[in-house]
């Protein structure tokens, strides 16, 4: 039997918004992926932590944003691994836990062009798929990574909205409610986030 496979969409989701539910819907629909979890990163190892949500209340809201979608799951497994999360020691453990399914990589394209410094990214090139939604965005892509085999360029709307910038209008008092799924806006507007 052919394995399950899962695309993992790994962000700090500092909140998610409707970019990020596009394309991880699009990667569902219209690629090989048959699920797609959002992994929600405690703390990266390039971000400061300072205007970071607590984890488990931008996991609440991952859940809330994916809940009316079958095929899209929100995952909290980074939260248990130590820090800091390298994404090559999550997927060992994901592949330990769950056998029967097959792991995919999501990242935009401006994560790709900064990939070869990931810890043990060759490794990860050999063993998982990278799936790439396209960013407007400035510098190449390194030539190796560009053609290899194992990196699927997905044809996914462009969508240029960031959490950064959601954060700062809710700060300033903007209505940005059409930016996130409708939970989630409740959520932040309830729990008066980031104001």
Do not use: C
């Not at 909140?15 to 596009?22: A, E, R």
């Not at 992926?33 to 949500?53: E, I, M, N």
């Not at 209505?175 to 959520?187: A, D, G, K, S």
């Amino acid at each position: 039997m052919k394995k399950k496979k899962v695309g993992l969409f790994f962000g700090t989701f500092n909140p998610i918004h409707v970019g990020h539910l596009t394309i991880a819907n699009h990667l569902v629909e219209f690629s090989t992926l048959d699920q797609v979890w959002f992994v929600v990163t405690p703390h990266s190892p390039f971000k400061k932590k300072s205007s970071l949500l607590d984890n488990n209340h931008r996991y609440q809201m991952v859940f809330r944003a994916v809940e009316p979608y079958s095929k899209l799951k929100a995952s909290d497994i980074e939260f248990n691994l130590p820090q800091p999360n390298y994404t090559i020691n999550t997927l060992a453990y994901l592949e330990e836990k769950y056998p029967d399914l097959e792991f995919a990589l999501i990242m935009g394209e401006d994560n790709l062009k900064g990939f070869h410094k990931w810890k043990n990214y060759e490794l990860i090139l050999e063993n998982y798929d990278l799936y790439i939604y396209p960013r407007i965005g400035n510098g190449k892509v390194e030539s190796q990574l560009k053609d290899h085999p194992r990196i699927h360029n997905v044809d996914a709307p462009i969508m240029e909205l960031s959490a950064t910038f959601i954060r700062k209008a809710i700060k300033e008092g903007k209505n940005i409610r059409p930016m996130l799924p409708e939970h989630v806006w409740t959520y932040l507007d309830e729990m008066n986030f980031y104001k």
